[in-house]
């Protein structure tokens, strides 16, 4: 997700170009599993200090239900909206005041998007991710997936004293 933008830095405030993206982005962070490339559209446009990355991408990570601990496939959806600053100011040859690395436009104007979408994709997955929201989770007793069907333990003991009692009411 590397970008050469020296020909735009070097157009009129206002400019801007379209990428379509389509990438595969698994070995984006160790504690990712990716199970689909990154889609979508992003919007570069220059303004007075830099560049405006505007975009809506989408991808899928494999996580894990916090209820059946089985692996699933959610959907992840995301915005980014994030200014770039060239490392080098174009104009003077100078270290302009800007010192965030990961908004940084490198000194051969390379513009990477991938720690921001890293984050972005981190930012974007539930506290505690469910398969789906009806998961019947796994039984306290036994230990089996709900999902796949009862598992027996799930009829109330009854205690045989409380029952004669409730014969003879
Ligand atoms: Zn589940
Ligand atoms: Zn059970």
Redesign the pocket.
Known sequence: MRFNVAQLLKRATGSSRRYQMREGIEGIDPGLTIREPLVGQIEMVRTADGILVRGELTTAVELQ??????P?IQKVEFEIEEEFHPAIDMGTGGQPPYDEEETRIDEHHILDLTELIRQSIFLTLPMHP???LD???FCGRCGQ?L?EGPCGCEEPEVDPRLETLRKLL
Do not use: A, M, P
Not at 65 to 70: A, I, M, P, S, Y
């Open positions: 239900c916090d209820r059946c601990l089985e699933f469910v398969c789906r998961c019947l989770g997936n999902n």
